[in-house]
């Protein structure tokens, strides 16, 4: 089992910076990657970014590319996504998750990231 505690959102304006971090307990070193997704009203969960748990390499979604820095500090089981340049259309539930084998296997609950413009 691994649980995952998300924190660090709020409402911030165009523009501004947020940082959001992901508290993972549990049987966190059976996992291959820490991912981040988020959900806006009314549209489907998206990729947002991938970090490798062993290693470290990352991946992004395009829209996020060059804004966002996702990374991960393995001594306190924390990822972070580091978000730059926001804007209104950030505005989502942002929620961590680990994969393991192909497969998304456990979610946190969420947090809000709202940006106003």
């Known amino acids: 089992q691994v649980q995952l505690v998300e924190s660090g959102g709020g409402l911030v304006q165009a523009g501004d910076s947020l940082r959001l971090s992901c508290a993972a307990s549990?049987?966190?070193?059976?996992?291959?990657?820490m991912e981040w997704f988020r959900q806006a009203p009314g549209k489907e969960r998206e990729f947002v970014a991938r970090?490798?748990?062993?290693?470290?390499?990352?991946y992004y979604a395009d829209s996020v590319k060059g804004r966002f820095t996702i990374s991960r500090d393995n001594a306190e089981n924390t990822v972070y996504l580091q978000m730059s340049s926001l804007k209104p259309e950030d505005t989502a539930v942002y929620y961590c998750?680990?994969?393991?084998?192909?497969?998304?296997?456990?979610w946190g609950q969420g947090t809000q990231v709202t940006v106003s413009s």
């Open positions: 998750a680990t994969r393991k084998s192909g497969q998304v296997d456990y």
């Open positions: 970090i490798k748990w062993s290693g470290g390499s990352t």
């Open positions: 549990g049987r966190t070193f059976s996992t291959d990657f």
